[in-house]
């Protein structure tokens, strides 16, 4: 079982420095910015097992939150298939935020 366990910390541990990386971002983001919400995170489907550094609903407290994947899983409110439109868009809008 031990064996078992360090090949898959082995194998995680360079996504969850990545994960990482990115919720310092994000942290950054939400203290710099004070959004007021709602937040929609788009993709924010994660493998079970990832809540502990997936779950970025913790880093906007009192504020609505809506994960949105194309799959139900962890981390998902809603499901919706985005059209490549509707993603650039986003881009579009990231561009009037950032």
């Known amino acids: 079982m031990m064996e078992g ?3 898959m910390l082995r194998r995680f ?3 969850i420095l990545a994960i990482e990386v990115i919720n310092a971002a994000v942290s950054a983001f939400s203290k710099s910015f004070s959004p007021s919400g709602p937040i929609l995170d788009i993709g924010s489907y994660h493998q079970p097992g990832y809540e502990k550094w997936c779950d970025r609903r913790v880093l ?3 504020l609505e939150y809506v994960g949105c994947d194309i799959r139900p ?6 499901i919706r298939k ?3 439109s ?6 579009l809008r990231y561009g009037h935020v950032a």
Not at 73 to 78: A, F, S, T
Request: with cysteine; aromatic share 16%.
């Open 5 to 7: 366990t360090n090949a």
């Open 13 to 15: 541990k360079p996504t």
């Open 60 to 62: 906007f407290p009192g």
């Open 73 to 78: 899983g962890p981390g998902v409110d809603r």
């Open 82 to 84: 985005c059209s490549s």
């Open 86 to 91: 509707f993603i650039f868009r986003c881009f």
